[in-house]
């Protein structure tokens, strides 16, 4: 089938802008002026009229979490239900009373955060949820991801009290006398997620495609996407959940597995398997291991060189040790596989910095294309790491909306003036995410926060010298993107060869007011030249 769009506003990514576009069955074969578009109809084609509406290569969302925000669409949302902690408590009781639970089934939910209560500015913890119910166990994941509290119930089944060990790399929190309050924190997760039911082979399937669903609607076509620690299901159940979607004619994004592999023995058993770094289909492949190196800022779990301005007594978690981290990242880069490490806090970008390092000088590679996500908390010194060793930055602008209300306060105001360095970053390589479900993967509003560097309500600037342009930030949710999982050579810009991959928006952001490009409405999403997303409002055929 052949489709030829006239009358829009185009940008080709590489080309500049066009007025129209010809899609035949799954690629690109001509973007120009309508007049030559027009000539490339046959008697199977169809023109549709754009009506001046702007089109752009589909989103490619660098860095989030498909499978876990695909869950979190079946659980308690709090996101919009913390400002204060009676909030969510009276936002969860009235969620169990409309959604009642079979007798020991749990309770789950996500998206507090204790910045924004208006009442105790604390963590939840167990003493909290015991009035949400007693009956049945909660949990609750902060925001971050980073962080969760469970009730007493919890806690009994779980069989943790004063007696029970910390675990490496995490810890869960006591009270003076040695109880636990039911706060969990990093590699303390664990502990509780294991203990809950894990999903089936179809419910997997079920929180994928609800995941795409969203994703299409918010223009995305890629996702990169970290799956493999959501449940304890293993990876190869979670590569046959996507698999059989793929099979059935079901997926509707483009996935990049960025596979977590926390420990060295569950590296070898994958690259074993026959996994490495661009196995699989243009729908689902493997990418780069990925690493879980430090918390979050807002946990005050981000792994700092110095301690925290407002809790002097904490510097952060640290997940591996260097020997661990030199260990991991050196298999992965000499059996075929990059390498994409979460760090937000300085100090644990200081240590992969050095892993990179010691394994380019070891075993050099010029295309490596090793990255580091979210990239924060950074300093001159590290700034350099990336540009000397091409270091790929997954960046998250939506981050800003949250973060400008406490970096400052988290790590004081001098050091604050080297984070968040998207427009240093992007000059020499970075694609941009949502780090869904942290924050909603809605590229447009992220779009707003890279190029304003204001919250969404238009606090700030922060560091309006680190603003990118329109064209940088669409850039960075596109082209980058493909560019961050080898794959710029067929998607990720709008130009004859590629796949037609694209989504079609009301308003041009090019000439919107930028603190109003959130407001931006994606009317209709293609991947592979075939519509898997329509607003109500119709692009005339």
Same mark, same amino acid.
């Given at each position: #089938?052949?489709?030829? %769009?006239?009358?829009?506003? *185009?940008?080709?990514?590489?080309?500049?802008?066009?007025?129209? #576009?010809?899609?035949?069955?799954?690629?690109? *074969?001509?973007?120009?002026?309508?007049?030559?578009?027009?000539? %490339? @109809?046959?008697?199977?084609?169809?023109?549709?009229?754009?009506?001046?509406?702007?089109?752009?290569?589909?989103?490619?969302?660098?860095?989030?979490?498909?499978?876990?925000?695909?869950?979190?669409?079946?659980?308690? @949302?709090?996101?919009?239900?913390?400002?204060?902690?009676?909030?969510?408590?009276?936002?969860?009781?009235?969620? /169990?009373?409309?959604?009642?639970?079979?007798?020991?089934?749990?309770?789950?939910?996500?998206?507090?955060?204790?910045?924004?209560?208006?009442?105790?500015?604390?963590?939840?913890?167990?003493?909290?949820?015991?009035?949400?119910?007693?009956?049945?166990?909660?949990?609750?994941?902060?925001?971050?991801?980073?962080?969760? !509290?469970?009730?007493?119930?919890?806690?009994?089944?779980?069989?943790?009290?004063?007696?029970?060990?910390?675990?490496?790399?995490?810890?869960?929190?006591?009270?003076?006398?040695?109880?636990?309050?039911?706060?969990?924190?990093?590699?303390?997760?664990?502990?509780?997620?294991?203990?809950?039911?894990?999903?089936?082979?179809?419910?997997?399937?079920? #929180?994928?495609?609800?995941?795409?669903?969203?994703?299409?609607?918010?223009?995305?076509?890629?996702? @990169?996407?970290?799956?493999?620690?959501?449940?304890?299901?293993?990876?190869?159940?979670?590569?046959?959940?996507?698999?059989?979607?793929?099979?059935?004619?079901?997926?509707?994004?483009? !996935?990049?597995?960025?596979? =977590?592999?926390?420990?060295?023995?569950?590296?070898?058993?994958?690259?074993?398997?026959?996994?490495?770094?661009?196995?699989?289909?243009?729908?689902?492949?493997?990418?780069?291991?990925?690493? /879980?190196?430090?918390?979050?800022?807002?946990?005050?779990?981000?792994?700092?060189?110095?301690?925290?301005?407002?809790?002097?007594?904490? &510097?952060?978690?640290?997940?591996?040790?260097?020997?661990?981290?030199?260990?991991?990242?050196?298999?992965?880069?000499?059996?075929?596989?990059?390498?994409?490490?979460?760090?937000?806090?300085?100090?644990?970008?200081?240590?992969?910095?050095?892993?990179?390092?010691?394994?380019?000088?070891?075993?050099?590679?010029?295309?490596?294309?090793?990255?580091?996500?979210?990239?924060?908390?950074?300093?001159?010194?590290?700034?350099?790491?990336?540009?000397?060793?091409?270091?790929?930055?997954?960046?998250?602008?939506?981050?800003?909306?949250?973060?400008?209300?406490?970096?400052?306060?988290?790590?004081?105001? =001098? &050091?604050?003036?080297?984070?968040?360095?998207?427009?240093?970053? %992007?000059?020499?390589?970075?694609?941009?995410?949502?780090?869904?479900?942290?924050?909603?993967?809605?590229? /447009?509003?992220? #779009?707003?926060?890279? *190029?304003?560097?204001?919250? $969404?309500?238009?606090?700030?600037?922060?560091?309006?010298?680190?603003? $990118?342009?329109?064209?940088?930030?669409?850039?960075?949710?596109?082209?980058?993107?493909?560019?961050?999982?080898?794959?710029?050579?067929? &998607?990720?810009?709008?130009?004859?060869?590629?796949?037609?991959?694209?989504?079609?928006?009301?308003?041009?952001?090019?000439?919107?007011?930028?603190?109003?490009?959130?407001?931006?409405?994606?009317?209709?999403?293609?991947?592979?030249?075939?519509?898997?997303?329509?607003?109500?409002?119709? !692009?005339?055929?």
């Amino acid at each position: #089938m052949r489709t030829i %769009y006239i009358h829009g506003i *185009i940008d080709t990514m590489t080309q500049g802008m066009a007025r129209a #576009m010809v899609v035949d069955d799954r690629n690109v *074969i001509y973007v120009g002026e309508n007049e030559v578009a027009l000539t %490339y @109809q046959n008697d199977n084609s169809q023109v549709v009229d754009l009506e001046g509406c702007f089109v752009t290569a589909g989103f490619n969302d660098s860095h989030m979490h498909l499978l876990g925000y695909g869950s979190t669409l079946y659980q308690l @949302q709090l996101a919009e239900h913390t400002h204060s902690i009676q909030d969510v408590i009276e936002t969860a009781r009235s969620y /169990l009373a409309a959604h009642p639970l079979k007798e020991g089934e749990w309770l789950r939910g996500r998206g507090w955060n204790h910045d924004y209560f208006s009442d105790e500015k604390r963590f939840l913890n167990r003493y909290d949820l015991d009035k949400i119910s007693t009956q049945h166990p909660i949990c609750l994941i902060r925001a971050c991801g980073h962080v969760c !509290v469970v009730n007493s119930k919890a806690l009994d089944i779980l069989g943790i009290d004063a007696s029970t060990s910390q675990v490496e790399g995490g810890r869960f929190d006591v009270d003076e006398k040695g109880q636990p309050l039911g706060i969990f924190r990093e590699n303390a997760l664990g502990m509780v997620y294991n203990a809950i039911p894990q999903p089936t082979l179809e419910q997997l399937k079920e #929180m994928i495609l609800a995941s795409c669903r969203s994703l299409n609607a918010f223009g995305i076509t890629s996702s @990169q996407t970290d799956d493999f620690e959501t449940f304890d299901v293993g990876y190869r159940t979670i590569i046959q959940a996507y698999q059989e979607l793929e099979q059935e004619g079901l997926l509707t994004v483009k !996935v990049n597995e960025q596979a =977590q592999l926390p420990t060295l023995a569950k590296l070898k058993q994958f690259i074993a398997d026959g996994y490495t770094s661009n196995v699989g289909s243009e729908y689902f492949k493997i990418g780069p291991l990925k690493l /879980l190196g430090d918390g979050s800022l807002g946990a005050r779990t981000a792994y700092l060189t110095y301690p925290y301005a407002d809790d002097p007594e904490a &510097k952060g978690i640290l997940c591996f040790d260097q020997k661990t981290l030199d260990d991991l990242i050196t298999y992965a880069h000499t059996h075929g596989m990059y390498v994409a490490v979460h760090c937000i806090g300085d100090g644990i970008m200081k240590m992969v910095m050095l892993s990179y390092r010691k394994v380019l000088s070891q075993f050099p590679k010029t295309d490596h294309r090793h990255g580091i996500v979210h990239c924060q908390i950074t300093d001159e010194g590290l700034l350099e790491d990336f540009e000397d060793m091409q270091i790929h930055a997954y960046i998250q602008p939506i981050f800003l909306d949250y973060d400008i209300h406490i970096v400052e306060k988290r790590i004081g105001k =001098q &050091k604050a003036a080297k984070t968040y360095q998207f427009k240093r970053l %992007y000059n020499q390589h970075a694609s941009s995410g949502s780090d869904a479900p942290v924050e909603l993967p809605d590229v /447009l509003a992220g #779009m707003q926060c890279a *190029i304003t560097r204001c919250t $969404l309500n238009n606090e700030g600037p922060f560091i309006p010298s680190e603003a $990118l342009t329109v064209e940088e930030a669409l850039r960075s949710y596109t082209l980058e993107g493909a560019y961050a999982s080898f794959e710029e050579k067929i &998607k990720g810009s709008l130009e004859a060869g590629k796949r037609a991959d694209f989504v079609i928006l009301d308003q041009n952001p090019y000439t919107t007011a930028p603190s109003h490009i959130k407001d931006i409405q994606v009317l209709a999403t293609y991947l592979d030249g075939r519509e898997v997303y329509r607003r109500t409002r119709e !692009v005339r055929k």
